[in-house]
């Protein structure tokens, strides 16, 4: 009865992560749930139903696997999905990426279980999705030297 419950609660989780538009979308989504000060995952109305345990170990498997999903992407399937996350967001585009290339608000996405190698690569794959998309967009480089 325990594990039907909690089944029917991870398909339910996993219908609303996927319910977000964009593999990026979700990916910022589930680092948004985590405490940046204990690395704990946090949602209260999952809390309430299974508890902070179940809430951290779920929400964490999710986002490793949207974290490896986004990854396992080639480049110009990332780039579609930046695009496509950009023009979720409010306020103008060409700010937005300027904004991007200068904060890298992306830095605080990266699962805490995953590999070093991961981390590198996600890294590297963004910022050369984003300096092509600024090229695209003649926004001026971040960097002066360019």
């Known amino acids: 009865m325990v594990n039907d ?3 029917l609660l991870e398909e339910s989780w996993r219908r609303t992560v996927a319910g ?3 593999l990026l979308g979700r990916l910022s989504y589930l680092a948004s749930l985590r405490n940046v000060n204990t690395g704990g995952y946090e949602h209260f109305g999952l809390s309430e139903r299974v508890g902070t345990a179940e809430t951290d170990r779920l929400i964490r498997r999710s986002h490793l696997q ?3 999903e986004w990854l ?3 480049l110009p399937r990332q780039k579609e999905q930046l695009e ?3 023009s979720g967001l409010e306020g103008d585009r060409r700010d937005i990426l300027s904004n991007w290339l200068v904060l890298g608000p992306y830095t605080g996405w990266v699962p805490g279980e995953s590999r ?3 981390r ?3 890294f590297a794959d963004l910022e050369m999705v984003l300096e092509l998309i600024r ?3 003649g926004v001026v480089s971040r960097d002066p030297d360019s």
């Open 84 to 86: 496509e996350y950009f």
């Open 135 to 137: 090229a695209e967009s």
């Open 116 to 118: 070093d190698v991961e």
């Open 66 to 68: 949207v974290f490896q």
């Open 5 to 7: 419950r909690v089944a």
């Open 120 to 122: 590198q690569l996600f």
């Open 20 to 22: 977000i538009g964009t």
């Open 72 to 74: 396992a992407y080639p």
